[in-house]
């Protein structure tokens, strides 16, 4: 009990609310953008945001190294604390003058980043914005851990509606570049923002740099692992189909965003808690095996639900938006995606706490790597975009299926009892909805996602008695 009031305090229910509001307004932005634009203006602020989204991997993974070494650090080793920080900061620095320099050498070559007459010339928007968000989540991840909770919210808050001004006075070409204008003046506001909010001195350090990347660059492998598999797409897309089909597919992309985001702040919040409690010596091989079983078993039918009441919605949606009828299965797939590779969090929580990095970052490298080759032999005879996506689904297959036998290996756990957070009957199922929805089958979908849940009644049980505790609790 004392566990789930600390994971979920006031503050954090609260910060979960303004982060739906948050993603609420995200959404509305992103379907109002796709109304304005079109599929074909839309594809070109889909190239653009592809090139934002492999930028912000260049941080090297400080982000999350910071986040992983300040936790932790035992409290009052506040010497520690400021050189770790510090050299977060001067490493940001170093990466963003590398950045500059090749920006600049991009430009003078005339590099063109996608079929569009004078590309080029948006390096500059991207690197800034790169930067600028490189500062930026090393500032939310030291109030993720101070439990500064209100300065994160209010600067995605001013992010998330201030983009909208916009849109009433711009169309076309010249609406996307001034979203990504505007989105350069908002960000560079939010950071000197936060940059009054932390108060402390910054300064030149680089005594940490060499452990923080030693920690980062594995936890930014397996990030980028994840989000490659969907980047990867995204770029095969722009390479083989035409800009309406990168369209119709960062249409997609962005209403399955929208939809996972209130999941992904749970996990954000609750994220430091988990490692915490898989930290060596807190649980014995019993029960790490049932932590591990029980806590999969709860999010993968928390998904679920997200997925198939959104599932549900479509109709809703596409009714209001016609012309990305097309997209409707593909988006299907994408969602179901979600409840996969969800299923690993605590999984993967299990390998940071105890120092198994580069391991994990093997497996989800291989996992990438099947899914590239799939995505490939696609793309070259020709398959509809579809098919792509459904390689994401075979990539995270692989990854959760590899991550379960190495954890029941490496820590001597029956794999059999392992297996029932995620059995081969629940992946049977879930393939069985990829199935349907190549059939377009749409109400065989939702019959299947409710089959799911049958099979899990038990974790659905559970979780509906911990989420009343919890609101109850709150209440009171």
Same mark, same amino acid.
């Given at each position: +009990?004392?566990?789930?009031?600390?994971?979920?305090?006031?503050?954090?229910?609260?910060?979960?609310?303004?982060?739906?509001?948050?993603?609420?307004?995200?959404?509305?932005?992103?379907?109002?953008?796709?109304?304005?634009?079109?599929?074909?203006?839309?594809?070109?602020?889909?190239?653009? +945001?592809?090139?934002?989204?492999?930028?912000?991997?260049?941080?090297?993974?400080?982000?999350? #190294? *910071?986040? #992983?070494?300040?936790?932790?650090?035992?409290?009052?080793?506040?010497?520690?604390?400021?050189?770790?920080? &510090? =050299?977060?900061?001067?490493?940001?620095?170093?990466?963003?003058?590398?950045?500059?320099?090749?920006?600049?050498?991009?430009?003078?070559?005339?590099?063109?980043?996608?079929?569009?007459?004078?590309?080029?010339?948006?390096?500059?928007?991207?690197?800034?914005?790169?930067?600028?968000?490189?500062?930026?989540?090393?500032?939310?991840?030291?109030?993720?851990?101070?439990?500064?909770?209100?300065?994160?919210?209010?600067?995605?808050?001013?992010?998330?509606?201030?983009?909208?001004? *916009?849109?009433?006075?711009?169309?076309?070409?010249?609406?996307?570049?001034?979203?990504?204008?505007?989105?350069?003046?908002?960000?560079?506001?939010?950071?000197?923002?936060?940059?009054?909010?932390?108060?402390?001195?910054?300064?030149?350090?680089?005594?940490?740099?060499?452990?923080?990347?030693?920690?980062?660059?594995?936890?930014?492998?397996?990030?980028? =692992?994840?989000?490659?598999?969907?980047? +990867?797409?995204?770029?095969?897309?722009?390479?083989?189909?035409?800009?309406?089909?990168?369209?119709?597919? #960062?249409?997609?992309? &962005?209403?399955?965003?929208?939809?996972?985001?209130?999941?992904?702040?749970?996990?954000?919040?609750?994220?430091?808690?988990?490692?915490?409690?898989?930290?060596?010596? &807190?649980?014995?091989?019993?029960? %790490?095996?049932?932590?591990? *079983? #029980?806590?999969? &078993?709860?999010?993968?039918?928390?998904?679920?639900?997200?997925?198939?009441?959104?599932?549900?919605?479509?109709?809703?949606?596409?009714?209001?938006?016609?012309?990305?009828?097309?997209?409707?299965?593909?988006?299907?797939?994408?969602?179901?995606?979600?409840?996969?590779?969800?299923?690993?969090?605590?999984?993967?929580?299990?390998?940071?706490?105890?120092?198994?990095?580069?391991? +994990?970052?093997?497996?989800?490298?291989?996992?990438?790597?099947?899914?590239?080759?799939?995505?490939?032999?696609?793309?070259?005879?020709?398959? =509809?975009?579809?098919?792509?996506?459904?390689?994401?689904?075979?990539?995270?297959?692989?990854?959760?299926?590899?991550?379960?036998?190495?954890?029941?290996?490496?820590?001597?756990?029956?794999?059999?009892?392992?297996?029932? =957070?995620?059995?081969?009957?629940?992946?049977?199922?879930?393939?069985?909805?990829?199935?349907?929805?190549?059939?377009?089958?749409?109400?065989?979908? %939702?019959?299947?996602?409710?089959?799911?849940?049958?099979?899990?009644?038990?974790?659905?049980?559970?979780?509906?008695?911990? %989420?009343?505790?919890?609101?109850?609790?709150?209440?009171?």
């Amino acid at each position: +009990m004392s566990n789930t009031k600390t994971i979920f305090g006031k503050n954090e229910i609260v910060f979960t609310f303004f982060r739906y509001l948050t993603y609420g307004i995200q959404t509305t932005r992103g379907l109002i953008l796709a109304y304005f634009l079109g599929p074909y203006f839309l594809g070109i602020y889909g190239y653009l +945001m592809l090139y934002q989204q492999y930028l912000s991997y260049t941080n090297l993974g400080l982000n999350y #190294s *910071v986040n #992983s070494e300040l936790s932790l650090l035992k409290n009052g080793d506040s010497d520690e604390r400021m050189k770790i920080i &510090n =050299s977060s900061f001067s490493g940001v620095l170093i990466i963003s003058m590398v950045l500059c320099l090749v920006a600049i050498l991009f430009y003078f070559l005339r590099v063109q980043l996608f079929p569009f007459r004078d590309s080029h010339k948006y390096i500059f928007v991207i690197l800034i914005l790169t930067i600028l968000t490189h500062f930026q989540q090393i500032f939310i991840n030291i109030f993720r851990i101070d439990k500064k909770l209100k300065p994160i919210i209010v600067g995605e808050l001013i992010l998330s509606s201030g983009l909208l001004i *916009v849109v009433p006075f711009f169309k076309g070409i010249d609406l996307v570049n001034a979203v990504f204008y505007v989105w350069v003046l908002i960000l560079f506001g939010v950071v000197c923002l936060y940059r009054i909010v932390y108060g402390k001195k910054i300064a030149w350090e680089t005594t940490k740099f060499k452990i923080l990347l030693k920690s980062g660059i594995p936890l930014l492998v397996y990030a980028f =692992s994840y989000y490659l598999m969907g980047l +990867m797409v995204r770029t095969l897309i722009g390479a083989f189909y035409s800009v309406e089909i990168m369209g119709y597919f #960062s249409f997609a992309n &962005n209403i399955t965003t929208a939809v996972m985001l209130g999941l992904d702040t749970i996990t954000w919040i609750i994220f430091p808690s988990v490692i915490a409690k898989l930290a060596i010596g &807190n649980l014995d091989n019993d029960e %790490l095996c049932d932590y591990l *079983v #029980s806590f999969t &078993n709860n999010l993968f039918v928390l998904v679920t639900v997200i997925v198939g009441f959104s599932i549900a919605s479509l109709p809703i949606l596409l009714f209001f938006l016609p012309k990305y009828k097309p997209v409707e299965f593909s988006l299907i797939v994408l969602l179901v995606n979600q409840i996969i590779f969800n299923s690993g969090f605590v999984f993967v929580s299990l390998c940071i706490a105890r120092k198994m990095h580069k391991e +994990m970052a093997v497996i989800s490298l291989l996992a990438v790597g099947i899914s590239a080759i799939i995505s490939i032999f696609f793309c070259f005879y020709g398959f =509809s975009y579809i098919w792509l996506v459904i390689s994401n689904i075979i990539g995270s297959l692989c990854f959760i299926n590899g991550l379960i036998y190495y954890v029941s290996k490496k820590f001597a756990l029956q794999q059999a009892t392992l297996r029932k =957070s995620l059995s081969w009957y629940i992946q049977l199922i879930l393939c069985s909805i990829i199935l349907a929805t190549l059939l377009k089958a749409y109400w065989l979908v %939702l019959l299947l996602l409710g089959i799911t849940l049958i099979f899990k009644f038990k974790s659905v049980k559970d979780l509906y008695v911990q %989420l009343a505790k919890v609101l109850s609790n709150n209440v009171r």
